[in-house]
Antibody, heavy 120, light 109 residues
Framework: EVQLVESGGGLVQPGGSLRLSCAAS????????MHWVRQAPGKGLVWVSR????????SYADSVKGRFTISRDNAKNTLYLQMNSLRAEDTAVYYC?????????????WGQGTLVTVSS | EIVLTQSPGTLSLSPGERATLSCRAS???????LAWYQQKPGQAPRLLIY???SRATGIPDRFSGSGSGTDFTLTISRLEPEDFAVYYC??????????FGQGTRLEIK
């Protein structure tokens, strides 16, 4: 069974940093592209970032470019999102999601999310 | 960036009725790289439809998707109580990444 478990969320002050992790199991992690998607309280889904299967290619939404860094450790079956210079508008539940295969495929498995709150 | 606009914002129907949800793209979606997701309160989204019309694993056949180019539709043929949720369309065929529609809330009338 595919499982994705996010961790690392919490309360952080504006301008601060946080690193999210997503532990994957039940599939060959190194074969799949992975994504981060966020959802502000009461709002819709917003794509944040994606990384290819070997970590050599990444993409970001304009709203986080230059502040967030996606990475992965295929030996540890773990996806990461390093978030710097956090703003109030980054407050959201952050989901990691697995693509069905490579690029140009939908997100067919999701974690339960971790809440990030940016507030003083 | 491709912008997806969903309509209506809220749809009020009764169990047993047919639901039709719309998703319009600001430009053509490549090779029908269009998906639909269902999200219930406190839960992660679930993939329903991909490639505009293919059902994901385990999705009941009362859910169907159609459309191409810039206009797409999700149809639920006969609503079950568990179908009342928020539905999002998503395109995954353009760079730099994925975009979602703003969602349609399907509520019990």
């Amino acid at each position: 069974e595919v499982q994705l478990v996010e961790s690392g969320g919490g309360l952080v002050q504006p301008g601060g940093s946080l690193r999210l992790s997503c532990a994957a199991s039940g599939f060959t992690f190194s074969s799949y592209w992975m994504h981060w998607v966020r959802q502000a309280p009461g709002k819709g889904l917003v794509w944040v970032s994606r990384i290819n299967s070997d970590g050599s290619s990444t993409s970001y939404a304009d709203s986080v470019k230059g502040r967030f860094t996606i990475s992965r450790d295929n030996a540890k079956n773990t996806l990461y999102l390093q978030m710097n210079s956090l703003r109030a508008e980054d407050t959201a539940v952050y989901y990691c999601a697995r693509a069905a295969a490579g690029n140009w495929t939908p997100l067919n498995h999701w974690g339960q999310g971790t809440l990030v709150t940016v507030s003083s | 960036e491709i912008v997806l606009t969903q309509s209506p914002g809220t749809l009020s129907l009764s169990p047993g009725e047919r639901a039709t949800l719309s998703c319009r793209a600001s430009q053509s979606v490549s090779s029908s790289y269009l998906a639909w997701y269902q999200q219930k309160p406190g839960q992660a989204p679930r993939l329903l439809i991909y490639g505009a019309s293919s059902r994901a694993t385990g999705i009941p056949d009362r859910f169907s998707g159609s459309g191409s180019g810039t206009d797409f539709t999700l149809t639920i043929s006969r609503l079950e109580p568990e179908d009342f949720a928020v539905y999002y369309c998503q395109q995954y065929g353009s760079s730099p990444g994925i975009t979602f529609g703003q969602g349609t809330r399907l509520e019990i009338k």
